[in-house]
């Protein structure tokens, strides 16, 4: 199928790329339908997770252990159950990446992305346990006019 997006223009997706969310991204319930996008280049560890539905949505995704080893959870019975997932294997584990500035990159720890490839569903799973936060620094600490500063005295 062509899909017009307005990040890649025009591009072609095979239906056995489309990953249905059934539990939806947060703030876009509407839309279900997704796609991992390649530009060509090579951005490992960063991909686009395009909306189908939706040409003016794309999101950048991270494998988060790459850059935070010690992530871990325990993913409910109920999202085992919804995914269809029968071993660790059958699952993957992205998390969103909001760019602000070149300083000021944060991945959403709190809300991975947890997809069943194999079954092509995908869900935004809440974390309700741990302290894991929606805006984790991907490259140390936040820098810039934001930053928390501590004054210097003479």
């Known amino acids: 199928m062509m ?4 990040r890649f223009g025009l591009i072609e997706i095979n239906e056995d790329q489309v990953i249905t969310f059934i539990g939806p991204v947060l703030g876009f319930e509407t839309l279900k339908k997704y796609a991992f996008v390649s530009t060509g280049e090579d951005r490992q ?75 092509r569903v995908a869900a935004q799973v809440i974390l309700e346990q741990g302290s894991y936060p929606t805006k984790q620094p991907l490259l140390g600490e936040k820098k810039g006019a934001d930053a928390d500063v501590n004054p210097v005295s003479k």
């Open 3 to 6: 899909v017009n997006t307005r």
């Open 45 to 119: 560890p960063f991909e686009f997770l395009q909306a189908i539905e939706d040409e003016n949505l794309t999101f950048i995704v991270t494998d988060p252990f790459v850059f935070f080893k010690d992530y871990e959870f325990q993913l409910d019975k109920h999202w085992t159950e919804a995914l269809d997932v029968h071993h660790e294997e059958d699952i993957q584990v992205m998390v969103i990446v909001t760019v602000r500035s070149p300083e000021d990159i944060t991945c959403n720890l709190r809300a991975p992305i947890v997809i069943n490839r194999t079954k």
